[in-house]
């Protein structure tokens, strides 16, 4: 167990629609990072919050926003569906105080399936 | 820009024999660099990691994996292959000169199966 929690574990929807995914990093650990993993563009960093701050940004959509709040846990909102946002979507922390050598630790994902 | 490289798709071996998955990597400062196991539906967990020091760097369940910075190479290893390592296997990269947070680059992954 990673001690990262990801909710819900699957979701179905519509395309247009809107969704929200939430995760909760380790205890201690003050980054989280989202990753967006499909079969045909693997494994894709989206975003970084340290402490509450947007840190890095990867190739996130405009359709798709993150937040970190002050109790540390982030949520990664998802705007005008489309059938391409269909994949796995992973939350991972890390401690990365300073200490950039620090691993990541991923939680078990959302499968997000947009019909 | 960082970027990593996993040659094959997937790699099959026989239990009790070793086994290699290949990971190149292209960073412009000194790698950063990681290995991931990702079973199915489950997310990724940490096998080991390079930093500095030793090129041979041991890590969970028996895995190691050698550096080598003149083929910017990091090749995971494991002597000798159990059912039980049959997973999808990924390679991340981090550049040392990436101010920009802690985001790491992954390879696009290799599926080991490893056969009774």
């Known amino acids: 167990d990673s001690g990262v929690t990801q909710t819900p574990k699957h979701l179905i929807t519509a395309t247009g629609q809107r969704v929200t995914l939430r995760c909760s990093p380790r205890?201690?650990?003050?980054?989280v990072y989202w990753y967006q993993q499909s079969l045909d563009q693997g494994l894709q960093f989206l975003i970084q919050?340290?402490?509450?701050?947007?840190?890095a940004k990867g190739n996130i959509l405009e359709r798709f926003s993150a937040q970190q709040f002050p109790d540390l846990h982030s949520e990664l909102n998802l705007s005008s569906l489309e059938l391409g946002d269909s994949a796995l979507y992973f939350c991972?922390?890390?401690?990365?105080?300073?200490?950039?050598?620090?691993?990541?630790?991923f939680g078990n994902g959302t499968r997000l399936t947009v019909t | 820009a960082q970027s990593v490289a996993q040659p094959e798709d997937q790699v099959n071996v026989a239990e009790g024999n070793p086994l290699t998955v290949k990971c190149t990597y292209s960073?412009?400062?000194?790698?950063?660099l990681f290995w991931y196991v990702q079973y199915p539906n489950r997310g990724l967990q940490f096998l080991l990691k390079?930093?500095?020091?030793?090129?041979l760097v041991k890590g969970s369940y028996g895995f190691e994996a050698e550096f080598n910075k003149s083929q910017t190479s990091f090749h995971l290893k494991k002597p000798s292959a159990l059912v039980s390592d049959s997973a999808l296997y990924f390679c991340?990269?981090?550049?040392?000169?990436?101010?920009?947070?802690?985001?790491?680059?992954f390879g696009g992954g290799t599926r080991l199966m490893v056969k009774p």
């Open positions: 960073v412009s400062g000194n790698p950063y």
């Open positions: 919050y340290y402490n509450g701050e947007e840190r």
């Open positions: 991972a922390s890390s401690v990365a105080g300073g200490d950039y050598n620090s691993p990541l630790h």
């Open positions: 991340a990269v981090r550049d040392e000169r990436n101010n920009a947070g802690n985001m790491l680059t």
């Open positions: 205890s201690g650990d003050l980054s």
């Open positions: 390079y930093i500095t020091g030793d090129n």
